[in-house]
């Protein structure tokens, strides 16, 4: 059920070639975004200024019923400026960069930040921090035009049409840019490209689906993936109602991402802080299976992510799981000075709520093949992804949401059709305490997260409480 | 806003657009939030750009910049166009539109007070006295406040000749008091979660809420939910009070009927939905009375769907969506409308901004009142659950199977409201749990919730939406599966 392994890609013509180039004039680069931050912290006559921007060109084609249906490009860039006014903080944001705006937008942050109570955790700004370089950028991505987008959508459309299927899907190119300054002297630069295709593949009464996403556009082959979506609908024709009931069953990786993104909140100093975490009074306490070791690693190579968090500091990359017992936390500056701890790199940007979080989860693999899982089974429950996933009990983490879009059940080590889908309330505690096997940790990619990396699994007794309709 | 609409609409005529439109739209945000009885968010933002849309070889194309200044614009509506011809290359079917008289027109929201002029202190100190309250009750570990605001101003202009101007205003403001104890964490939000009640008002809402005057209430409620006994497991009668309802109208009812989601255009995100163009007319959706209408009309009451023209300058309308228990219509826009056949669009497409094509969006989908008086209706109960103030939400992506759970309950016993219950829940499938609905509550029960955070489209779009309703009862509805073992 995986994608097939991907094509080359076809090298770009001479004339597409002209057309990237000028499309690559929307980088700004570093040098300018130094130039617009040190303009707007000279507006300021606040005790500190520091100053986010982003630049974002984003791409989407979407279709559906075998055809495009919605096709859109956005050109943005935000200027999001902090201020401290004796011990108080704040921050207003535009899109606005003319130098009218600019101060107005530097006055607003020092107006708001006036008129409330001393921050007695605020702390100052960081001078310049030492952040690791990650590459991340891939031109070719950046520059992707709509017709490049059209054609791949219109070759997964046509074989889908020729199968006498129906396919409904995206394929999306972005490129980001991200500095960070202060009046310190700080400045940091990010930049990141990203390409996603995503497609369901349906008939009558069945459905498949794929996903994958990358900063490198050559990495995604949508005809593979619509040939994956493909298989899977067929596979699941004339689905069977099974009653619902504790079923062993195989996780491919989306559906793995998409529990265990729920997670990522609790890890952060600040929940446990507020005592809103599921790890209050567990750090250090076995709670998962000895299978299950989660860190948070933005220079992993699957990842994604600015190498430094909202206040500037430099990302470390943390053990938050060793063999089932919860070791660590992430924590932002205040919060660690809070706990006694160090700042890990994990902080949102000032001021906000919520401290910080990881972003980047990491979990250790397996070697076992999802096909190796179906052929180790007697009886299960094969699922591709899930939905509408829902937190029923925050501590002992009982989550809810259904199966869809390649539901099987599988049988003396084959899959032997496709079934109705299912609702499930099943505690993270309890899955994590159940996984059997574990396949290569991957870059998944869901519907209910954002991107990590993590495996396949098998987990017995997962809890499915109720049956849909089709 | 008049001249980079105009600009965008020539500009994309020249360059081979048989149609287009454009919306500028400046927004102002405010975030003001408390945690514990600090400051927690405090932040301004603001968001100016124009979004383009063609048909251009029969397809449609999407551009949006904030780069306003004539050569940017223009830019923009030639990538729109550009953009259109390259979907021609996957195109089956030419775009077609129902259509749409061009209106020339200027609305604004109601509002009294705006809310960006109250200075952000008494906007504080309204939460930290919330905050203080909540944390005078024993128990409270976590108290929190929040409101947020919103003024939108925008353009609209078509190469049909519309014209429109709309300003409006959202605003929106709630407390929450969390409590950890043993291995539980319980919450009581008022009055509502998801940052208690939204509307298109200014801070006159905020004002009518009276937060501090419920602080101490629902922290006492949060900290007695820890001995309150557990929601039983089995088939049950369960009230549901109205913030919750207007939750389960927008899961069950509001997104199944859009036309969009039918059509399958939305079948890779945000699903399908069972309610094919077969059912229209010809199935039993609830019970003789219920009543349920999309209306974007001021005279429904000032709801986060709310407007005088939707994002494709079609005005607001009231859709009959079913009546008297029978399903009677969707949501539609323009497209939708022209490829079902109906003469005119029902007026639903919204965007969440400049840089979003707009989408099929609920308005304010509300159950009309009923005629029971809320005591009468308690009175009336032998034996049920009574649920206030959603927890957990989840549905299937064909909008059949739903289960939600709630912050609180009680036992109705022999027409009284009995001991509190923790954890409740219920689940069922859509047509029989509204073919169950026996009693609604009348208007002087009914309130226009609203909900401010749908997530639909790709890529994804936030929206605020409005759902009336009053307390309600159900029969054999299936509870408390959510905590099953």
């Known amino acids: 059920m995986s994608p097939a392994k991907k094509k080359s890609p076809p090298k770009p013509k001479r004339a597409l070639l002209r057309r990237r180039e000028m499309a690559a004039d929307h980088r700004l680069g570093p040098g300018a975004l130094r130039e617009l931050a040190e303009r707007i912290i000279k507006f300021s006559d606040a005790d500190e200024t520091e100053v986010d921007i982003g630049a974002v060109t984003d791409a989407l084609t979407r279709f559906a019923n075998n055809t495009i249906h919605q096709n859109v490009a956005e050109q943005n860039l935000t200027v999001s400026v902090r201020t401290v006014v004796d011990g108080r903080t704040a921050r207003a944001t535009t899109n606005k960069t003319d130098d009218e705006s600019l101060r107005r937008v530097v006055r607003a942050a020092a107006d708001l930040a006036r008129f409330q109570p001393k921050n007695p955790d605020l702390l100052p700004m960081l001078k310049q921090q030492k952040t690791q370089k990650v590459a991340r950028f891939f031109p070719a991505t950046a520059t992707a035009m709509p017709a490049e987008r059209a054609r791949a959508v219109a070759r997964v459309c046509k074989a889908t049409a020729t199968a006498k299927q129906t396919a409904a899907g995206i394929f999306s190119t972005a490129m980001v840019e991200t500095a960070f300054a202060n009046s310190r002297g700080y400045f940091a630069h990010y930049e990141q490209t990203r390409a996603e295709f995503s497609v369901t593949i349906m008939e009558k009464d069945s459905s498949g689906w794929a996903k994958a996403n990358s900063p490198n556009i050559a990495d995604i082959d949508p005809d593979a993936l619509g040939a994956s979506a493909s298989r899977k609908a067929t596979a699941s024709r004339a689905p069977k109602e099974i009653p619902p009931g504790r079923y062993t069953v195989i996780l491919e990786p989306s559906a793995v991402l998409d529990l265990v993104g729920f997670l990522f909140y609790d890890f952060a100093g600040t929940a446990v802080l507020d005592q809103r975490s599921m790890f209050n009074k567990r750090i250090g306490t076995k709670l998962f299976g000895d299978n299950i070791t989660i860190c948070d690693d933005v220079y992993h190579p699957l990842q994604l992510g600015t190498p430094f968090d909202g206040e500037g500091v430099p990302r470390e990359k943390v053990l938050l799981v060793d063999r089932g017992v919860p070791r660590n936390l992430v924590y932002s500056r205040a919060t660690a000075k809070k706990m006694k701890k160090q700042p890990t790199g994990h902080g949102f940007s000032l001021p906000n709520e919520y401290g910080e979080a990881p972003m980047n989860l990491v979990f250790t693999g397996g070697k076992a093949s999802v096909d190796e899982m179906v052929r180790s089974t007697e009886r299960g429950i094969l699922v591709t992804r899930l939905w509408y996933i829902r937190e029923v009990d925050p501590y002992e983490k009982i989550l809810t949401g259904m199966t869809r879009d390649g539901t099987f059940l599988v049988e003396n080590g084959k899959i032997s059709g496709g079934i109705r889908n299912f609702r499930f309330n099943q505690s993270m505690i309890e899955m994590l305490s159940n996984v059997e096997m574990l396949g290569e940790a991957v870059r998944a990619a869901g519907e209910e997260s954002f991107e990590m990396v993590v495996p396949a699994m098998k987990v017995r007794g997962f809890h499915f409480s109720e049956v849909t309709k089709f | ?485």
């Open chain 2, 1 to 485: 806003m008049r001249d980079w609409a105009n600009w965008a609409i020539d500009t994309a005529k020249v360059r081979g657009a048989t149609f287009a439109d454009a919306r500028v739209m400046d927004i102002r945000h405010r975030d003001v939030s408390t945690k514990n009885g600090d400051v927690g968010n405090l932040s301004e933002s603001e968001s100016l750009g124009i979004g383009i849309r063609v048909i251009a070889g029969g397809a449609w194309g999407f551009a949006a910049t904030d780069r306003l200044t004539r050569e940017g614009v223009q830019a923009c509506a030639a990538e729109a166009v550009a953009i259109a011809k390259a979907s021609a290359l996957a195109k089956t079917h030419d775009a077609v539109l129902a259509p749409e008289g061009p209106h020339v027109d200027t609305w604004q929201g109601p509002f009294i007070k705006d809310p960006f002029r109250i200075p952000v202190e008494r906007q504080i100190d309204v939460l930290l006295a919330a905050d203080k309250e909540m944390r005078r009750v024993k128990g409270v570990t976590l108290a929190e406040g929040s409101m947020s605001f919103r003024r939108i101003e925008q353009y609209y202009a078509s190469t049909e000749g519309s014209a429109i101007h709309q300003l409006k205003m959202l605003s929106g403001a709630g407390i929450v008091a969390t409590t950890f104890a043993g291995s539980e964490i319980q919450k009581r939000s008022y009055p509502n979660s998801f940052g208690g009640q939204h509307m298109q008002r200014g801070y006159e809402l905020v004002e009518s809420l009276n937060l501090v005057g419920n602080a101490q209430r629902i922290a006492e409620e949060s900290v007695a939910l820890h001995s309150a006994a557990q929601c039983p497991e089995g088939t049950s009668t369960i009230i549901l009070e109205s913030a919750q309802l207007g939750l389960q109208i927008h899961e069950s009812v509001g997104h199944p009927i859009e036309l969009d989601r039918v059509l399958g255009m939305e079948a890779n995100f945000a699903g399908l939905s069972f309610l094919t163009l077969d059912k229209l007319r010809t199935l039993r959706y609830g019970s003789d009375i219920v009543n349920v209408v999309a209306d974007a009309r001021l005279e429904h009451g000032p709801g986060l769907g709310t407007f005088g023209y939707d994002d494709e300058g079609v005005p607001a309308q009231c859709t009959p969506i079913i009546t008297d228990g029978l399903f009677t219509g969707y949501l539609s826009n323009r497209e939708t409308a022209a490829a079902i056949g109906e003469k005119r669009s029902g007026g639903t497409m919204r965007t969440e901004s400049w840089s979003n094509l707009p989408i099929i969006r609920m308005t304010n989908i509300s159950l009309l009142p009923g005629s029971w008086k809320y005591d009468d209706l308690i009175a009336d109960t032998d034996d049920a659950i009574l649920m206030s103030t959603n927890r957990s939400w989840s549905i299937d992506d064909h909008r059949y199977q739903f289960q939600f759970s709630t912050e609180i309950g009680w036992e109705v016993k022999n027409g009284k409201i009995g001991r509190m219950l923790k954890n409740p829940s219920y689940s069922g499938i859509t047509t029989e749990f509204w073919g169950s609905c026996d009693a609604i509550c009348s208007r002087e029960h009914w309130t226009l919730w609203g909900t401010p955070n749908c997530g639909k489209g790709q890529p994804m779009q936030t929206m605020g939406t409005g759902h009336g309703a009053s307390p309600s009862r159900f029969r054999n509805v299936k509870i408390g599966a959510a905590f099953a073992k």
